[in-house]
């Protein structure tokens, strides 16, 4: 997974860098970063060492089609999503050959108390190509209103806005190691200020709760190798100094994109029983491989069109799935989700 590295040279990132569907990160936090884990001077040919990065919490994230989501109808514009199984949350993106544009997030968990956000205008994460020296200032925002938890307080409604207003600038490149290996690498630090507002409805009127205005700096570096496909590291910033670090320790990406079909699989995620659909009756082998590639099942399928398999046994993660014909070609291919 390590880049071939003949001096620091300065890497463009463009949409094919960028990791396909149905692919697995494997985002590692260290919420105690060592002191040594600094961003370091912006300009040319740096190197970063973040090689003794400790992972006190792992997440799981699943690149998958909008449609195999169960928000779709809220974010119709989508045409890429994640889903992120430590928090329950569904991340809606529109990706192109100029942009990746985050257009809102939804939170499946039980104690979620916005379960839809939506970004206006679509916050840009990457505009292609990204290359040092690049500059840019956006302004989106949330604006939501829900019905008050509490009206015997007196107010009807509750709204909630959060303004914010980025700069993002290229302004570093050169060579980072990470747990994965040594990177070729642009880094991106962005300034951000958020204004927070909150309104409750009080006998037809809005009126203001509260007014808060916070700002914050972070730093994060991408590589153009294709075997990593998302952000390598981050680092969050507060005014004591670092405050968080992300990294990623893994990266299972998909065959290329229309290689091989995905067959139609739903639930996904499951918790119980996962429906099975082909384009047409096969005969052959489904497998099925958790995380470490170890093989959990094998079932033999004559002249299926469609299967129904129970994971209710199997244990939290992604899990990978291929069809082979009788003669062991790979008919199908794709991961599902197991809650």
């Given at each position: 997974m390590m880049a071939s590295l003949t001096g620091m040279g300065q890497i463009t990132i463009t949409n094919d860098d960028f990791i396909p569907l149905n692919s697995t990160l494997v985002i590692a936090y260290d919420t105690l970063p060592d002191a040594n884990i600094i961003p370091g001077?912006?300009?040319?040919?740096?190197?970063?060492?973040?090689?003794?990065?400790?992972?006190?919490?792992?997440?799981?994230?699943?690149?998958?089609?909008?449609?195999?989501?169960?928000?779709?109808?809220?974010?119709?514009?989508?045409?890429?999503?994640?889903?992120?199984?430590?928090?329950?949350?569904?991340?809606?993106?529109?990706?192109?050959?100029?942009?990746?544009?985050?257009?809102?997030?939804?939170?499946?968990?039980?104690?979620?108390?916005?379960?839809?956000?939506?970004?206006?205008?679509?916050?840009?994460?990457?505009?292609?190509?990204?290359?040092?020296?690049?500059?840019?200032?956006?302004t989106f925002y949330t604006d939501k209103t829900m019905v008050s938890p509490n009206p015997e307080l007196g107010y009807d409604s509750i709204r909630f806005k959060n303004t914010t207003v980025s700069r993002t600038t290229v302004d570093a490149y050169g060579n980072i190691t990470t747990p994965l290996g040594l990177f070729e690498s642009l880094r991106s630090k962005d300034y951000q200020i958020q204004y927070d507002s909150v309104w409750a409805m009080v006998f037809g009127n809005w009126v203001s709760v509260s007014v808060t205005v916070d700002t914050s700096i972070s730093y994060s570096w991408w590589t153009n190798d294709q075997s990593i496909g998302f952000m390598l590291f981050s680092i969050d910033m507060e005014s004591n100094g670092v405050s968080d670090v992300t990294f990623l320790q893994n990266s299972i990406q998909s065959v290329k994109e229309n290689s091989v079909a995905s067959a139609k699989l739903f639930p996904n995620p499951s918790s119980d029983l996962l429906n099975i659909e082909f384009d047409n009756s096969i005969t052959g082998q489904l497998t099925i491989f958790n995380q470490a590639g170890q093989m959990v099942t094998n079932i033999e399928v004559s002249n299926q069109r469609n299967l129904q398999l129970s994971v209710s046994s199997f244990s939290t993660g992604v899990y990978v799935y291929k069809v082979n014909s009788s003669r062991g070609v790979v008919l199908y291919q794709g991961k599902f989700l197991k809650e």
């Amino acid at each position: 997974m390590m880049a071939s590295l003949t001096g620091m040279g300065q890497i463009t990132i463009t949409n094919d860098d960028f990791i396909p569907l149905n692919s697995t990160l494997v985002i590692a936090y260290d919420t105690l970063p060592d002191a040594n884990i600094i961003p370091g001077p912006g300009g040319a040919n740096q190197t970063w060492d973040f090689s003794n990065v400790a992972a006190h919490d792992v997440d799981t994230m699943l690149t998958i089609s909008p449609e195999q989501t169960p928000l779709v109808e809220f974010f119709p514009e989508s045409n890429y999503a994640s889903y992120q199984t430590g928090d329950s949350v569904y991340i809606y993106f529109h990706r192109n050959s100029d942009k990746v544009q985050l257009l809102g997030v939804g939170f499946t968990g039980s104690d979620a108390i916005i379960p839809i956000m939506k970004y206006t205008p679509p916050e840009t994460l990457l505009d292609f190509p990204v290359n040092f020296g690049d500059d840019y200032t956006q302004t989106f925002y949330t604006d939501k209103t829900m019905v008050s938890p509490n009206p015997e307080l007196g107010y009807d409604s509750i709204r909630f806005k959060n303004t914010t207003v980025s700069r993002t600038t290229v302004d570093a490149y050169g060579n980072i190691t990470t747990p994965l290996g040594l990177f070729e690498s642009l880094r991106s630090k962005d300034y951000q200020i958020q204004y927070d507002s909150v309104w409750a409805m009080v006998f037809g009127n809005w009126v203001s709760v509260s007014v808060t205005v916070d700002t914050s700096i972070s730093y994060s570096w991408w590589t153009n190798d294709q075997s990593i496909g998302f952000m390598l590291f981050s680092i969050d910033m507060e005014s004591n100094g670092v405050s968080d670090v992300t990294f990623l320790q893994n990266s299972i990406q998909s065959v290329k994109e229309n290689s091989v079909a995905s067959a139609k699989l739903f639930p996904n995620p499951s918790s119980d029983l996962l429906n099975i659909e082909f384009d047409n009756s096969i005969t052959g082998q489904l497998t099925i491989f958790n995380q470490a590639g170890q093989m959990v099942t094998n079932i033999e399928v004559s002249n299926q069109r469609n299967l129904q398999l129970s994971v209710s046994s199997f244990s939290t993660g992604v899990y990978v799935y291929k069809v082979n014909s009788s003669r062991g070609v790979v008919l199908y291919q794709g991961k599902f989700l197991k809650e």
